[in-house]
């Protein structure tokens, strides 16, 4: 490396220490660097300069001591950032420098200083080289070395004061305890229960006639699809699968055959991937060298793999040989005694659809069903074929085509979800009728209020299209339904606090029963509910995960019935009440987790928290 | 004469005598003093913030202990103080803190510390009295333990083989010493080997270690309830059940069983505090998550069994023998 070379890359060092644009080596880079001084140029000649620079631009309020800044210093600070920070795709603009001033005004305010000595570390004055560079950096920025230094001054002033807030944030238990209850607050609801199985017993009870069972069945196609006979095979798979010959057999079987180096290392490099996946974890420890490692135990993945490859070439033969006989037998050739004859294994395998295939014949990969479901009849397949270091071959010997059942076959188990579905479908019926009847109840109560506000929405639009003068009736339109969008937002939360005492009374007039859950915590993984045998601990299992349960607040009704999919049964349901639960519920293990947590979190905020928009709200940050 | 020569010494030299501590006399000199005591964290340009973790609270505290005699007077002093105060509330130290915090109210009335930042928030000072004052009440009915740190013995681990492939446990054996002796001889024995597991929960978690699935003739009602003759001292430690945590499950006695354990496959916070984790999967946590989609009955019991082929204790890091 040349000695310019040398200073340039310290210098590069230096500059990537103080954030500034990052050059690229060589002439490429002065460049590119160039090209970036022009572009930010190019945004600070677009930036407008103030009129009256001694005009007010905004002022804000930090510790009781207020802050006005003139347009004049906005511009200049703008002008400043973008020359030493200005990237070009990420240019400043007018927010960056409010919240510059605002976190300079934090630190001053809370008396955050910066030694030199570590602002002469951060821009190496012990190196005049490099001091000296970046001060040149600088000055072809249009930027004078006091007004340089000075920036520098306040981008350190401004990290030590973030490290400042940051290390000396704290968690009590309580911010501990607020996290770890999230997931594990006690909720309770009143409910009501709609189970269809009450009304497929009556069903059940009365009985349908086949006549019109019959006629259910033939109306209804997505019926006749659950009934659907999936495809299926019978036939013979005959594969050679190395794996399962022992070395002594696999030795006799290979007629004394050797396999070239050669041969091997290029059925290597074809496979390399899988085969190295292959190599068991025990034997991994040979690829890799950890200090201490004996040397000559190192090994390539191809010798660790090499005995396994040459098994497997050298037995080819014997799928080959049995392929030809069995192609020269004709199609009915006797397959189990070709593949006996020359050693190899057979799957016979009848009535098979695909999702038995998946277990009967997971040896020869899914990818192969395409293959032998796409038979139209019996067929033999035309060449040996290869899964993995599995080959084999295959003859269709029958095939019967996906089809819909005949009426007669299949009207028992037809009857009974007959039963079933038209009971859900009744339950579901109840539930809904009770929940129209309330979004009428509700609808009719707080229509007068809704009256008033479209009302008033309406007036509040027309005021708006005459200020601003839209003669265009498709913008006059849109005027309107903003305004009216936010009637909605409105009329939502009017009606959400009218239902509870409309379902009070409905429950009332009804008869409902209504029956108070035990309080119980949500749960995000869904459990799989078919074989829990107990209807109460199914249903609470349901309520654990029913994410409408969950958004909704203390004495608020669902908006519509909640439906398990599982029994058929519906729900009308209030949140009685959220509890949380004991603080002593939270062990030590608990504290320690919800502290981790509340770490990241706290790394995820910290940033937002000295940003614009938080700096301008904290501080009633008000711009001209 | 010895003791005379070293009186006369100490005397001479002003041994025993408290030592006034060496002021510093100059602003940078008190600020580059605290800010080489306090961490400095990362902030990037694109709002990001990577925080150095303290790891000596203790020793922070002390050297801001030993700083501050000796920057009064010098405009970091306030902010050296409240940096001290809070490492004190993280030592659990509330009334040291308090102390300290209230100093910074009595001797700099005036300083941003003590002043309403934004018009909505408490000073700083004021916040962090509240805090410990909260947290002081809190410890009245909440006791927190000091749990020992979990940290990973790097030096060897427990292989198992079923037909999906191998998995791989290391152990926190600082942590939970018997625990972790019992899981490596039981390891070395082969216990495990030819065991099933007796619980599945699909992505969730798995549960091994009983010898009733070793048998098949035996009911597998028995399962989850066998185990050798002991259970183990309840060794809880700071580590949580996250994915790839191995804990020991309970015994009726309140105690870690002997062997029998659970894999977390997802986050099981709900286990935190009942079960000791004692190890973590370092390799092959992809093969228990497809073991895990196995069907299983209503008691997570699998319906073909899925068993340990073989185990050993291996030195070094995973994947090594």
């Excluded at chain 1, 033939?218 to 798979?237: D, E, Y």
Aim: hydrophobic share 40%.
């Amino acid at each position: 490396m040349h000695s310019s070379d040398g200073k340039r890359s310290l210098l590069l060092i230096a500059l990537l220490g103080l954030g500034l644009a990052l050059p690229i080596w060589g002439q490429e880079g002065d460049e590119e660097l160039r090209q970036e001084r022009e572009a930010r140029e190019r945004l600070i000649e677009s930036i407008p300069v103030p009129e009256d620079r001694d005009a007010v631009a905004g002022r804000f309020a930090i510790g009781g001591r207020q802050r006005e800044v003139t347009r004049g210093e906005i511009y200049d600070l703008l002008v400043l950032i973008t020359r030493l920070d200005g990237a070009v795709q990420n240019m400043p603009n007018e927010d960056d420098t409010w919240t510059r001033l605002m976190l300079v005004d934090l630190a001053d305010s809370l008396g955050i200083h910066v030694p030199a000595s570590e602002l002469d570390n951060r821009l190496h004055r012990k190196n005049p080289e490099i001091f000296n560079g970046i001060v040149e950096r600088w000055a072809t920025s249009g930027v004078g070395q006091e007004q340089g230094l000075a920036y520098e001054a306040d981008r350190m002033r401004i990290d030590r004061l973030k490290d400042f807030l940051l290390t000396n944030e704290r968690q009590t238990t309580h911010d501990a305890f607020d996290q770890f209850k999230i997931n594990r607050l006690l909720y309770q609801i009143d409910y009501a229960g709609f189970s269809g199985k009450k009304h497929s017993d009556a069903l059940r009870a009365e009985g349908i006639s086949d006549e019109d069972l019959e006629n259910y069945w033939k109306g209804n196609p997505g019926i006749q699809a659950r009934f659907r006979l999936p495809a299926r095979i019978s036939g013979t798979v005959v594969y050679l699968d190395p794996r399962e010959y022992g070395e002594e057999e696999a030795n006799t079987l290979s007629q004394g055959g050797t396999v070239s180096r050669e041969r091997a290392l290029a059925y290597f490099q074809a496979n390399r991937e899988r085969l190295i996946a292959s190599i068991p974890p025990a034997e991994r420890q040979f690829l890799t060298i950890t200090p201490g490692t004996p040397i000559d135990e190192i090994k390539s993945p191809f010798e660790l793999v090499r005995g396994t490859i040459e098994k497997k070439l050298a037995l080819e033969h014997l799928i080959d040989d049995a392929f030809k006989e069995a192609i020269q037998g004709g199609f009915n050739s006797d397959l189990p005694a070709i593949a006996a004859k020359h050693h190899l294994h057979t799957i016979e395998f009848t009535d098979l659809d695909r999702r038995a295939a998946m277990d009967s014949l997971q040896k020869i990969g899914v990818a192969a069903f395409t293959q032998l479901f796409a038979s139209n009849g019996p067929r033999m397949c035309g060449a040996v074929l290869v899964f993995e270091d599995v080959r084999y071959f295959f003859r269709i010997d029958d095939k019967k085509e996906s089809t819909i059942p005949e009426f007669a076959t299949v009207k028992d188990e037809l009857r009974e979800l007959y039963y079933e579905l038209m009971g859900a479908e009744a339950a579901q019926e109840e539930a809904r009728s009770i929940y129209g009847d309330l979004a009428a109840r509700v609808a009719t109560q707080v229509a007068p209020q809704r009256e008033q506000l479209e009302k008033e929405a309406n007036e509040a639009a027309d005021k708006r299209i005459a200020e601003l003068g839209l003669t265009n009736p498709a913008e006059q339109n849109r005027e309107r339904a903003r305004s009216l969008s936010r009637v909605r937002l409105e009329m939502d939360r009017l009606e959400r606090e009218a239902r509870p005492a409309v379902f009070e009374k409905l429950v009332q007039e009804r008869g409902l029963e209504l029956r108070r859950s035990p309080l119980f915590q949500f749960d995000t993984n869904r459990e799989d509910r078919s074989r829990i045998e107990d209807p109460e601990v199914s249903r609470m299992a349901f309520f654990r995960t029913c994410y409408q349960l969950r958004a909704m607040k203390p004495g608020e009704v669902a908006p519509a019935p909640l439906e398990d999919h599982l029994t058929h049964e519906f729900y009308l349901a209030r949140l009685v009440e959220v509890r949380d639960p004991e603080l002593e519920t939270m062990g030590p293990v608990d504290l320690i987790q919800a502290r981790g947590q509340l770490q990241q979190i706290t790394e995820a905020r910290f940033p937002r928290e000295y940003e614009y928009n938080a700096l301008a709200a904290r501080f009633g940050l008000e711009r001209f | 004469m010895f003791v005379q020569i070293l009186a006369i010494t100490a005397l001479l030299f002003g041994l025993g005598q408290p030592v006034e501590p060496t002021r510093i006399q100059d602003d940078d000199a008190a600020w580059a003093a605290l800010y080489a005591i306090v961490p400095q964290h990362v902030h990037s340009l694109r709002a990001r913030v990577r925080v150095t973790p303290i790891t000596d609270l203790p020793g922070i505290a002390s050297k801001l202990e030993e700083l501050l005699p000796r920057i009064a007077g010098r405009s970091a002093e306030p902010i050296a103080r409240f940096y001290l105060g809070n490492v004190l509330f993280k030592l659990d130290r509330f009334d040291q803190a308090i102390s300290i915090f209230e100093s910074i109210q009595r001797d700099f009335p005036g300083h941003g510390l003590n002043l309403q930042l934004g018009p909505t928030e408490a000073a700083m000072v004021a916040a962090a009295i509240a805090d410990c004052r909260e947290e002081i009440e809190t410890r009245k009915t909440y006791t927190v333990m000091d749990l020992p740190k979990a940290e990973l013995d790097r030096s060897g681990r427990a292989v198992f083989h079923t037909t999906e492939g191998a998995f791989e446990i290391q152990l926190f054996n600082q942590a939970s010493p018997e625990t972790c002796a019992n899981f490596k001889k039981l390891v070395r024995e082969g216990y495990y080997v030819g065991l099933g597991f007796h619980e599945v929960s699909s992505f969730r978690s798995m549960a091994l270690g009983c010898p009733n699935t070793r048998d098949e003739n035996k009911s597998i009602d028995t399962w989850g309830q066998g185990g050798p003759a002991w259970d183990l001292p309840f060794e809880l430690n700071d580590a949580i059940h996250e994915p790839g945590a191995v804990s020991m499950r309970r015994s009726a006695s309140g105690r870690s069983h002997g062997s029998q354990f659970t894999i977390c496959l997802s986050d099981q916070g709900e286990l935190n505090n009942k079960q000791v984790v004692f190890g973590k999967v370092v390799r092959g946590i992809e093969v228990l998550r497809r073991l895990s989609q196995r069907r299983v009955d209503s008691k997570g019991r699998p319906e073909e069994a899925i068993r340990i082929t073989g185990s050993e204790w291996a030195e070094g890091p995973p994947g090594r023998r």
